[in-house]
Structures are given as C-alpha cells and as structure tokens.
C-alpha cells in the first residue's frame, strides 16, 4: 500500500486551472455590428437595445443589428449616451452634433448652439427630465435648462455652477444630483426650476452620480460612495465607501441590488481589472480572465436583468452567472475530458485520454502512470451503490483510495455497470462481457459472441444490455456463467447506424442507448422494440451522443458533439433546449455528465463546464415580437417600417402571390431559444408547428388574408399580442366578380340571341311554308280548277269550241309549270347567289323579249355574281324583276331594255330601264303590280322607285341592304 501511494506521487504531476470563464456573451463586427467602438448603450419600450457607436445608432433584436437613418450635421454620428424619458422617448447623445430625439419613427435634432456646430457646446455628456416639458443638459463646458425647443444656461437662470458637469440623476421629492469637475451639487427644484441646495465633495472630480433603491451613489478618483438617501427630509446620510483610493469612471445598479462600476486606471486604452460587481458589501473582480473584453467605456442594467458592457470591442452581456469554465491544460497540451466523477469524500476525479485527474482546491493533480504502466486513454469513471470509485483504462479497472489510485482487476474495460445485487459488468474492448460477483471475476459465456468493443452496458434485474461501437446492441437473459440472446439490434435485422456510445437508465425502467450518428434510442426495460427515437428530426442540433444523463422528472440532459442538450416532455414529441455557451473560445464539442444535487459538471475538449441551472432566473418578460421584412415575388414591393407590429393592410394584384416574411421576437438574454409559431387566416385558421426560423414564405390563391406571429422565449412565455399584417390578393380580372358577372350577362344574352335567332329562322321557315301553301293553294289551286272545268266544258261542246278550250288548258297548264318552276328554284339552296338571281332573270327575259324583237342588255359586275342572297330576298328580287319585264312588255312598247346590278356600301341596287313611250305616273293604275311589287320591296326593307313619263321611257329601281 505505502509503496503504491509513493509511486503515484512520484509519477503526480500538476495541472494548471486558469481563471473560471463566466458566461459573457460577445458581439461585435462579425455578427453585423458596423463599428466596434460601443460608447453607449439602452433599451427602449419595444424591447429593442439601442448601440451607440463612433459611426452612429445600431438597434440590436437579439440576432440582428439594424441601423436606423440618423444624419449627422458635423463630421461622423459619434453616439456619446443615450436617455429614456418619463414618456419612453428615447434621447440619442451625441458629440458636435448636440441631441437628437426618436419619436413616431422619425429623429430630430437639436442643436445647442447652431452657429457654432464645431464647438463643445453641442457635445452632450448627459441629460434628466425635471418636468414633462423640461430637461437639464450638460455639455462639455456648460449646463442648460431645455424646454422641448430651445436652450438656456444655468447663469441665466441664477445658477452658481461654474464646473464642467459630468453626470447627473433625479432624486425622489423633485431633487436632482449633478456630478461636475468640482465635486457634486443636489438641486431642489421649485415651479421647475432648481436651485442648489447642497454641494459635496467640493474639488474632487465626481464621473457619475447615480440613484438606486433609497441611495445616491458617487464615483470618485478616490472610489465609490454610497450615500443613504432619508426621503423624510431630502438629506444623504454618512456615505459608505468602496473601492477606495481607485478612479471610477461609470456605474449601474441592477434589480438585485448588484452595483457594477468601471475602474479609470488613468489610460484611454486601459485593459486591467477594468469590472467590479458590489454585492452586499463583497467586491467581485470580472476581467479579460473571465472572458470580458477589453476597454469597457459603459454598463446598463436592463429590464430582463441583463448587464450590458459597452467596450471598444464590441459589445458585451451577462444575464445569468449560471456557468463557469476551468480550462484544464497538462505540460503543453490540453487532455480532452472523457469522464467525471465525485466521490464520497467530495473528492473531484477527471478521466481523460491520457489519464486521470484530481482536483484540489484551484489545481488537478495528474496521475497519468500506474505501477510503472501508463493509464492511458480513461473510458469510464463510477462510484457504485457503496460507494466504491472505480476507472475502465487501457492500463486496466483501477480503484480509486484515499489520495491514491490502484489497479483493481487486469481488463481493458470500455464499458461498465452495477447489476441489482452490486454485482460489478464490465464490456471489454473485444467485446467480452465480464462478471465479478465481490469474490471472482467470471468471464460470461455468450453461443455467438460480438468480436466488437463494448461502449455501453446496462445489467438489470432479468437483462443485460450491450451497445457495441459500430454493431448496434444485444439484448441478453443471463443464465448461470451464460448469456442469452433474446434480441438484436443492429443492421442485420432492420436497425442501420446504430454505432452505440453510451447508455443510461432512469427510475421509470427506460433504458437509453446515445449513438455516433443517429441520436437516442428509448426501450422499456423487457421492451423487444424501440419505443422512442429521438434525433436532429425531433428537434436536436446534434446526432452524436456521447453521454446521457437521466434526471427524476424524465428530463434528459445529453452530452453531443455540438453543446448539452436538455430533452423534457414527451419522449415521442420531445421538446428541446440549448444550453447556450456564450464563450467562442469554449469548444463546442461536450463528452461527458456529471450531475451532483442542481449543479451539472460538464466535460469538453479543453477543460470543465460547471453549469447551474438553479442559477438562471426565469424569464417572464413576455417577448414583443416584430415584423422586420415583408418580400411580394421575391423582392421588397411593400414598405413596412422597421420592428412594426401592426404593418396594416394592402391589396395585391393577382400576379404578387409568392409573400415572405421575416419576424423577429426580441428576448436578448436567451435568442437561440426563442420559438414562434405563425398562421395566415384565409389559408387555414390553425397556428403553425412551433419553429427557431425567423422567416417564412407562403405561394398563396387570390383571397383575403391576415398573416400573424406569436414568440414565446426560452422559458415559455408568450408574446401578449401577435405581430399582424393584413393583405388581399386580387384574382384575376377573368375570376373578378364584374368580369363574372358581365360574362354571364353576356352569355345569356349570346344564348337568347340564339334562341331569338334559331325562333326568327324557325318563324321565317314558318312563313315561307306559309307562304309557298298559299302559293301553291292560289296559283297552282285555282290554275287548276279551272283547267278542271275547262276540260268537263270541252268535254261537252262542239269540236271547234272545244278546240279553242283545249288551246286554253295547254296556256294555264304551261303558265302552271312555270310557276311551279319559279317555287322550286326559289327555295332550292343551290340557287342562292347574285350570279344564279341575274341567269334565272335572264332566262326568263330573254325568251320573252327576244320573242318581241327588243334588245336587251345585262351589266352585272362579275364580283357581285358570287355574293349570297338568302331565300327570301332572292324570291322577292326575282318577282319584282319578272314583274317589271311583264309590265315593260305589256305596256311600254319599246325597243330597247337594260337591267343592271351594282353594289356599294352593303347595299345592292338594280334596276330595269326601258326606252319605251313612259306614262305617268301621278295617274292612279288599275293593276295590282304596282303594288305587289311596292310591298316585296317593304317585305325586303328594301326602297322601290319607278320613274317614268309620257315619251320618255320607264325606269324601275330597287335598293336593297345585305350583306
């Protein structure tokens, strides 16, 4: 034993812990930040933190900085501070460029002195509200009263204040504080103007004043002052002072009673011990050995209990101290932490892959042999029921004593657990399972054994579990000095990737199985499936699971590649957190858990992550969240002002249909963690699934709609009201409802146009069958009835009269056949052109007329000959034309006759011309031709005209419209 204990310490070397890294977390030019020189820094009442730089005013959601158009009058926008006044309105600060003030989405600028825009007088160093129309300035060398629009200096208003002032702050009872090169002065004010009441520290130098919960604070080149304010009377009690003989530059006071100040060590650029935190009389140093960064120039406290660091480095936070980081490094390389464990004694014990560690104090003893032999890489560290500590190493299982480290059993462990009655499993890198009962050590006996190494093993009551490297896990039965397989998990028989790294179990019989690339797998404990899979699907930021840590409520808390992730609710639709770490220089990639009471121990690359979550302060701010883009087709096509959460409304052709939008729910102190869920009523009135994406687009119908978006932050508190844009997409001029209507309009009257066209036709027909039966009853009918009676009265008379009856049946009957001829040529569709109307006119005309020795001419232009001519106009054209030849050759005794066609302008004239001895025409005719021919031509609307006089010949005209 003592032999043993000599060879560790001589083999113990040491290792170095630096400085605990505190959860700071860091922004600056890399995450869009333009300058990194931060003067000043506030919150306003939307939630948004305002950033004043050497190059303007930056509005920080928490993932994004936007800067807001802010013109400068002189040279650059230098931001010296900002104020928020009893409105809310915030006041930007400003170097030569005097004040500038944010109101209804516009600034606007003051200047002191306006003529003189280079001179200190326009260089703001703070600003109060006394009233609600009236404020106090301090510039660089001189103090004004400000009513909203112009300014006066205190002289004018009789007060002695000859120092430059420096800061100053409202006190209960209308008092004000106001620090200057000549120590501080408390002015009462009455009817809003301040008179000095007191002056303090009179030659000294006071930076900044500030007043929290009933105290005045003052820093000095001599430290920190805390005056007890007695609102009794309106005195300061005796002062307690801190930091004393440092020079103070600037301090905030949080919600908590912490006071934060900035050391002024006398350099622009200084980099040392620049932070102190005061709580209940302790100082706490925060420097760069903390992770702060350098050059810290302003601290605000904000509502959700963030403390915010101005430096010329950016900009810096610390919300909760709920971690810290020992970066472990051994001689000149760090030893990646691939186990942890506390023992009984509080003793803190390190497995790395080159050893094992123990803490003492601030420092790790190293202890990387054994008996001569190196431990090498450490697989596994745990304490059993009993409280024995035992190492899996490559040198062996080795037993952890007091302030020394034995070999306890000669086998290259890769996995471990305790069965029900303490008995100790252990897996082996070639996949050996053995069993030590307290007595001996067993070697189990397995029919097809698994030449792989074990990296997981759970032995329970009736099971025993394995998880081998790359051949997935074996599910056992033991039975004697044997293992039987019941189960196998592996590619063989449907499950792939299943490549095991560690295991773990919890009080409700799930055991858990973590894996190199495929997350976790959740069986029940006699389970032959998988019950649960949870992965980078489910909501995880990594797949490799190198530890799992099961807690009593079902909380799982597992140890990835990528940062812990903490698994609640229901395994099968698991809810998932991050656990941010705010340290870029903090590796990213975690290996193993330790949880001891509420602190969890967290091993990395590089060192050890102590995490506390009973440190994190709930959040209940409810986070407002923001519309920040509205995109129409790809591009920006509606303008909606920066962080609005009502962007009102707008109507959209039908071709801007593709609409995204970007949100932004403000929660500084946890942003990885805030979730939204959005819906657009009119597409369906549901919320969408809960989601870390801050944009979403939608192809959507034309049709009125209403997109919202709701935030809830890290610890499930809502937004009190969605952010809301209302927008309708116009459908197409052919699905408007007057183009619907107008259609259908038009395609009932297309429809009764129709059925009036296909009645009128069915009429005309109607009419025409009419008028041939009368036709045929009339012309035909009576022809022949009288040839009927002509031949029964030749059948009686004598031979020479029946002779001359006979001569009189063959007239009608041929005056009959011509008749019948003009009805079957007049309704036959062959016949339906001007060229067939003029060769049927011709035919009959020439017969006749050639018959009286009378020339005769047609004129019908060939183009005409082919236009149509329906039924009915052709049939009244022809009897007017045969009517007029009757009449010209019955009556007119002439000589010579021309009929002619022309057409123009969609009408068709003809006429029938005859050189004959004329009549006249004012004598009333005793005919009926005339007449008929006058009422075919109304029947055409259609205008008849004869001219004619005793001499001179006939001419009968005829002037129809087709078309």
């Avoid at 596994?380 to 490559?394: A, I, L, M, P």
């Avoid at 306890?408 to 462990?413: A, E, G, I, T």
Wanted: glycine share 8%.
């Amino acid at each position: 034993m003592f032999r043993s204990l000599i060879l560790a310490v001589a083999l113990l070397l040491c290792l170095r812990a630096d400085a605990q890294m505190m959860p700071f977390k860091n922004y600056g030019i890399k995450d869009g930040l333009g300058d990194n020189n931060v003067q000043a820094v506030i919150r306003d009442n939307r939630g948004l933190l305002w950033v004043g730089t050497d190059f303007g005013v930056y509005w920080f959601d928490g993932k994004k900085f936007y800067r807001p158009q802010v013109t400068a009058n002189v040279g650059q926008l230098y931001v010296t501070g900002f104020y928020k006044d009893m409105s809310g309105t915030i006041w930007v600060l400003t170097f030569f460029n005097g004040i500038f003030k944010y109101h209804d989405g516009r600034f606007t600028n003051y200047m002191v002195d306006p003529q003189q825009k280079d001179e200190n007088t326009n260089s703001i160093a703070d600003m109060i509200q006394l009233s609600p129309t009236k404020y106090i300035l301090l510039t660089q060398n001189r103090s004004y009263i400000f009513d909203g629009k112009r300014f006066s200096s205190f002289e004018s208003e009789k007060i002695d204040i000859k120092a430059n002032g420096n800061s100053v702050a409202a006190i209960p009872g209308q008092t004000i504080a106001m620090g200057t090169d000549d120590g501080f002065f408390l002015l009462k004010c009455s009817q809003g103007i301040p008179k000095i009441t007191q002056h303090l520290f009179a030659g000294s130098r006071v930076e900044k004043v500030a007043f929290v919960k009933n105290q005045l604070w003052a820093l000095t080149p001599k430290g920190a002052f805390c005056f007890p304010f007695k609102p009794a009377d309106g005195s300061l009690g005796k002062p307690v002072a801190f930091l004393k003989g440092r020079s103070l530059k600037d301090l905030a006071a949080g919600r908590d009673g912490d006071t934060w100040v900035i050391a002024n060590n006398g350099s622009f650029w200084d980099v040392a011990d620049t932070v102190y935190k005061i709580r209940n009389g302790s100082v706490t140093v925060y420097g760069r050995q903390n992770g702060l960064p350098e050059n810290v120039q302003q601290i605000y406290y904000d509502n959700e209990g963030i403390v915010w660091f101005a430096n010329r480095k950016g900009l810096s936070m610390l919300a909760d101290e709920y971690y810290s980081f020992d970066k472990i490094v051994s001689g000149h390389f760090n030893d990646p932490v691939t186990s942890m464990l506390i023992d009984d004694k509080k003793t803190f014990w390190v497995g790395s892959i080159n050893g094992l560690a123990q803490r003492k104090e601030k420092k790790y003893d190293f202890y990387p042999n054994i008996n001569g032999a190196s431990i090498g890489y450490v697989s596994w560290v745990n304490k059993t029921q009993r409280g024995d500590c035992f190492v899996g190493s490559v040198a062996g299982v080795l037993k952890i004593g007091r302030n020394s480290v034995k070999k306890f059993l000669n086998l290259n462990s890769t996995a471990f657990s305790e069965g029900p009655d303490h008995s100790l499993w252990f897996g082996c890198v070639t996949g050996e399972v053995w069993k030590f009962d307290g007595v001996s050590l067993k070697k189990m006996l397995v029919r097809s054994p698994v030449h792989e190494m074990a990296t997981a093993l759970y032995a329970g009551k009736d099971f025993v579990w394995v998880g081998y490297r790359d051949r997935g896990i074996a599910k056992f039965t033991p039975r004697n000095d044997s293992l039987i397989l019941l189960k196998e998990f592996s590619t063989a028989n449907g499950y792939p990737d299943m490549r095991i790294r560690c295991c773990s179990a919890d009080q409700q019989g799930n055991v858990f199985f973590g894996t190199r690339t495929n997350g976790v797998f959740m069986f029940s404990r006699g389970s032959d499936e998988p019950v649960a899979h949870i992965n980078t699907q489910s909501g995880l930021n990594a797949n490799w699971i190198r530890d799992i840590v099961s807690g009593p409520s079902g909380t799982l808390y597992l140890a990835t590649n990528n940062g812990i992730n903490v698994v609640t609710g229901n395994y099968k639709h698991p809810q998932v957190r991050y656990i941010s770490i705010n340290d870029d220089n903090i590796n990213r990639e975690t290996n193993c858990i330790l949880k001891d009471g509420t602190v969890f121990y967290v091993g990395t690359n590089e060192g050890i992550l102590k995490w506390m979550p009973a440190n994190i302060r709930k959040d209940t701010v409810a986070p407002p969240v923001y519309l920040t883009k509205i995109s129409i087709q790809g591009l920006k096509g509606f303008s909606v002002a920066p962080y609005t959460s009502d962007a009102g409304s707008v109507e959209l052709p039908y071709d801007r249909h593709f609409i995204s939008f970007e949100f932004a729910g403000v929660s500084l102190k946890d942003p990885e963690n805030v979730f939204y869920h959005y819906s657009v009523t009119g597409q369906d009135n549901g919320w969408s699934p809960l989601t870390r994406n801050n944009d979403v687009a939608f192809d959507l119908k034309p049709g009125s709609y209403t997109f919202k978006v709701a935030a809830k932050n890290a610890d499930g508190t809502w937004s009190r009201r969605p952010a809301i844009f209302h927008f309708i997409i116009d459908p197409p001029f052919w699905l408007s409802w007057w183009f619907v209507l107008i259609m259908t309009a038009l395609t009932v009257f297309v429809a009764y146009s129709a059925y009036r066209y296909k009645l009128s036709k069915a009429l005309a027909i109607e009419l025409l069958r009419n008028k041939i039966s009368n036709d045929l009853h009339d012309d035909i009918g009576s022809t022949l009835s009288s040839i009927s009676i002509l031949s029964e009265v030749a059948a009686r008379e004598k031979e020479q009269k029946s002779k001359r009856i006979l001569g009189e049946i063959n007239e009608r009957s041929h005056l009959l056949m011509e008749k019948m001829d003009d009805i079957v040529w007049s309704i036959s569709t062959q016949n339906d052109t001007i060229g067939n109307l003029f060769s049927r006119i011709q035919q009959f005309a020439s017969t006749i007329l050639e018959a009286r020795n009378i020339d005769y001419e047609f004129r019908v232009p060939d183009k005409l000959k082919e236009m149509k001519l329906d039924m009915q106009r052709r049939q009244h054209i022809y009897l007017v034309l045969k009517e007029a030849i009757n009449n010209l050759i019955k009556y007119s005794g002439c000589s010579t006759v021309c009929i002619l066609a022309e057409y123009s302008g969609g009408l068709l004239k003809i006429e029938v011309a005859d050189d004959g001895k004329g009549f006249d025409t004012t004598q009333q005719s005793s005919g009926n031709g005339l007449l008929n021919m006058q009422k075919r031509a109304e029947a055409m609307r259609g205008k008849f005209c004869i001219a004619s006089s005793p001499g001179k010949g006939t001419r009968v005209s005829l002037a129809v419209q087709i078309e």
